[in-house]
């Protein structure tokens, strides 16, 4: 409902004040008084932020209703300096002032002061939702809080729930506004939490479960490592496959860590330690992950260098369409200059690792390693002709 300015809501009768100081002059004080605490209510709803500009025009504005206020205040002492007329003429102008800067700011005011009221809902609908939170755990689902997690996430929500209060007594908008999300956030993990928990004894037994067929079937696979780096060695220079010599070792250590971390997750699930228990697990992936990686090493380089044995042209061919193609965009883009003679180098290049390689005894792996670094410096020229195109 729109403000009405001009109607008086206070009745100078009965109010104290000299009886040289005119009854008009008097209303008119009284007016810009009540026209004053309108526009303040305002500003103060809407929570504008002190560096606003019309935080700063009503600064201006207050301070001159101040002076005129404080005039017509000094009329009724002995040291009066300025006269009836003077004082009046201030009163008007200030409550001039009020209503241009009402009506200049009046939508600003009232969207400020809906989304304030929104955020102060916001702040309620928070605390509210934390307060059944808490109120739930001193139920049934108090049981869940034997659970490290669940412990933590409500220790936040209390925690977030303080700071949300302090703000709403003391804080700025800003404060307010953050301190909710924190608490809203808080109260989405908790009650993730609780929604997850009676299940959670059943989801570590299943996490147990499927970490140990796949311990199992890392551990078939880690069985052909030896044949297989016996056909490396036997087919290949030992340099080819110097680097996976420890995989073998090294897988095993990885896999019996794991079975020792699943045994303890399995106990930890037994006695409805659930969070301990989906912890151990995780590091027992972290384990077999890593064994994994180790023995499909040696299989994935065995694969490899017979490929290159089949086909040794291959690798060649594809690092010359690589530098074909970008020769190609080179010339496309105009930059010929700039790039031509850098990718016909590495045609010349490949050209050298080509007639490098042996034909008693090669080391596929070195050639397969050269050419790749080929492709890859091509990849970087390609790149970044691209990025200078797009400019």
Partial sequence: MPIRWLRNTRSP????????????????????????????????????????PVERAWDEVAAQCYAAVSAYLALTGPDATSSVAQVHQLLVA???????????????????????????????????????????LTGPDGRWLSYPAVAAATAALQTRDRVLRDARDVGTPADRRAATVELQRAGAQLRELLERAPGLVEEARR???????????????????????????????????????????????????????????????????????????GQAREEIGSAEELVDSVADRLELLQGI????????????????????????????????????????RIDRIVAALPERNPDYLKYQRELEDVSEFVADIVNRMRQRSAR
């Fill in 13 to 52: 009768r009965g109010e104290a004040r000299a009886p040289e100081v005119p009854e008009q002059t008097t209303a008119v004080f009284l007016d810009l008084d009540n026209r004053q605490g309108i526009a303040q209510a305002a500003v103060a709803a809407a929570e504008l932020d002190p560096d606003s």
């Fill in 94 to 136: 200030a409550a001039r002032r009020v209503d241009d800067f009402y009506f200049d700011n009046e939508a600003v005011l009232r969207r400020a002061a809906a989304a304030a009221a929104v955020a102060r809902n916001d702040v309620d609908a928070a605390l509210a939702d934390s307060g059944l939170l808490q109120q739930r």
């Fill in 207 to 281: 996490a147990v479960d499927s970490a140990g067929t796949r311990l199992a079937a890392v551990r078939n696979r880690a069985t052909g490592v030896p044949g297989r780096m016996s056909a490396l060695l036997r087919e290949f220079p030992a340099g080819s496959s110097a680097d996976l010599a420890g995989n073998e070792r090294r897988s095993h250590g990885h896999l019996g860590a794991a079975a020792e971390l699943l045994a303890s997750a399995k106990a930890e699930a037994a006695q409805d330690r659930p969070e301990q228990a989906l912890a151990l697990v």
């Fill in 309 to 348: 044995r089949a086909d040794p042209a291959k690798p060649e061919r594809d690092a010359r369409f690589r530098v074909r193609d970008a020769q190609r965009l080179a010339i496309d883009r105009g930059m010929v200059g700039e790039w031509g003679s850098v990718l016909d180098a590495q045609a010349g």
